[in-house]
């Protein structure tokens, strides 16, 4: 994102003031490349409930300050529905599981932040770089700290067009070979949702929306005129779907679509609108590959004044909310 104002640079500046961050000294899960904050692994050790967190929303999916206070209430969130946020994110070439206010603040202003999929870890890493994950890249580490349970907003998915130009996330492929429950307000119509729901399933992905619909739903409004092919009515049902998947064994992915609350979604129409004007002008303009999802997110934003922002974290808090839940029910079973 171009913008970050004065105050976001003086602030990181203040916070990171030219020295290195504390890499945690835990022992019990620290080597070279992962990073757990002890907070995390102590919760872990006790079988409490955590919830993974991503960070490409905070470097490349949201706007200074609301990306950082969006970031912040999440985790609070979090907390306040007994369960321990761990968000993920690649600091100076390492991956940490749960980063410091300090850590969170620096991802939110920085510049140079990556953004960290599968593909780009290696490459992360040997530069020392830092990065915010996108959900493939969230994954991977959750899975690596054993926390089967990750909230986001919405995944990646078939572009539009996607059947030419092949840009299909690589958080599918994720999906289809980690198991982990991403919680989601399901795929953005900045996507081809008909084509991102006939991908996972070949990529064998237990698709679930969560509530009393199987209508899947498309991040602002709670129906994009797909079905998903089951349905869990409550966080007790959510939490037996992701269990089953653990005990056979399957290296599979589940998604649990959560709708987002008929309240938020009043702007859907205008922000529809939005999208088809910034899916246009990005294939005008030539945007290509990772940076077409921030671009669009960022028009999409600047076409509804700031309609779409407000929505996106009002579902990112629902959802923080319905995955802490469903991480608390999967405690309790697996106790
Ligand atoms: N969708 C959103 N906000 C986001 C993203 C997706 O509404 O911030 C981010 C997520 O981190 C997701 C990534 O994993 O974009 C997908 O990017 P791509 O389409 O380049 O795979
Ligand atoms: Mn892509």
Redesign the pocket.
């Known amino acids: 994102l171009e913008d970050r104002s004065l105050e976001c640079w003086v602030g990181c500046h203040r916070s990171f003031s030219g020295m290195a961050f504390q890499h945690s000294t835990d022992v019990s899960y620290t080597d070279s490349l992962f990073n757990v904050h002890p907070s995390i692994s102590e919760a872990l050790a006790e079988s409490k409930p955590v919830v993974a967190l991503e960070s490409t929303i905070i470097t490349h999916g949201m706007p200074y300050p609301q990306n950082l206070s969006t970031a912040q209430e999440v985790e609070a969130i979090v907390r306040a529905h007994g369960a321990t946020p761990a968000t993920v994110g690649v600091l100076e070439g390492r991956v940490h599981v749960g980063l410091t206010q300090e850590q969170l603040h620096f991802l939110s202003c920085s510049e140079a932040s990556l953004k960290v999929s599968r593909r780009d870890l290696p490459y992360a890493i040997s530069k020392g770089l830092s990065g915010g994950t996108t959900v493939s890249g969230t994954m991977i580490a959750a899975h690596r700290a054993n926390i089967p349970v990750f909230v986001t907003g919405g995944i990646?998915g078939v572009?539009r067009d996607g059947e030419n130009s092949m840009?299909?996330?690589?958080d599918l492929t994720e999906l289809g070979r980690t198991p982990i429950a991403v919680v989601s307000a399901g795929v953005k119509s900045i996507l081809d949702i008909g084509r991102t729901l006939e991908f996972l399933e070949t990529q064998g992905v237990c698709v679930a929306t969560f509530g009393k619909s199987k209508d899947f739903p498309a991040f602002f409004s709670p129906q994009s005129g797909f079905t998903a092919p089951y349905n869990v009515v409550d966080v007790e049902e959510a939490a037996a779907l992701i269990a089953s998947t653990l005990s056979l064994g399957l290296q599979s992915g589940l998604l649990v679509a959560v709708p987002i609350p008929e309240e938020h979604a009043a702007a859907g129409q205008q922000i529809e609108e939005a999208i088809q004007t910034a899916v246009a002008e990005a294939s005008a303009k030539g945007v290509r590959?990772?940076d077409?999802?921030p671009f669009i997110l960022q028009r999409v934003n600047e076409l509804t004044q700031g309609k779409s922002l407000q929505a996106n974290m009002a579902l990112i808090r629902n959802n923080a909310k319905v995955g802490s839940q469903i991480a608390c029910a999967l405690a309790e079973l697996q106790r």
């Open positions: 990646g572009h840009d299909i996330s690589a590959g990772r077409v999802t």
